[in-house]
């Protein structure tokens, strides 16, 4: 069983910055993968970015140079930095986790960009 809560969502006024924070814990074994995904109202979950463990990082070009992703090996966290906000990055954010024993996914946290 592999846990994974997230922290950091909340109400930011556009061109802020919040921090997002994914920790996953429980029975893993290793973790290959890590990425945040997000699904706005009406639309489908996409991914916003991902890292592996070899470190290579991958972006949705929407994000591109607004936000950065990074991981914490040892403590099975992935955070994911988002500056320079726009009310379009309003949605739910997913964090997930690959590992050779199952794709696991987050609760969910809600980013809300409004002035």
């Known amino acids: 069983q592999v846990q994974l809560v997230e922290s950091g969502g909340g109400l930011v006024q556009p061109g802020g910055s919040l921090r997002l924070s994914c920790a996953a814990s429980g029975s893993i074994f290793r973790i290959n993968v890590m990425a945040w995904y997000r699904q706005a109202p009406g639309k489908q979950r996409a991914l916003v970015a991902l890292?592996?463990?070899?470190?290579?990082?991958t972006y949705a070009d929407s994000v591109k140079g607004r936000f950065t992703i990074s991981r914490d090996n040892a403590k099975n966290t992935v955070y994911l930095q988002m500056n320079s906000l726009k009310p379009e990055d309003t949605a739910v954010y997913y964090c997930n986790v690959l590992s050779p024993r199952g794709n696991y996914w987050g609760q969910g946290t809600q980013v809300t960009v409004s002035s």
């Open positions: 890292i592996t463990s070899g470190a290579n990082i």
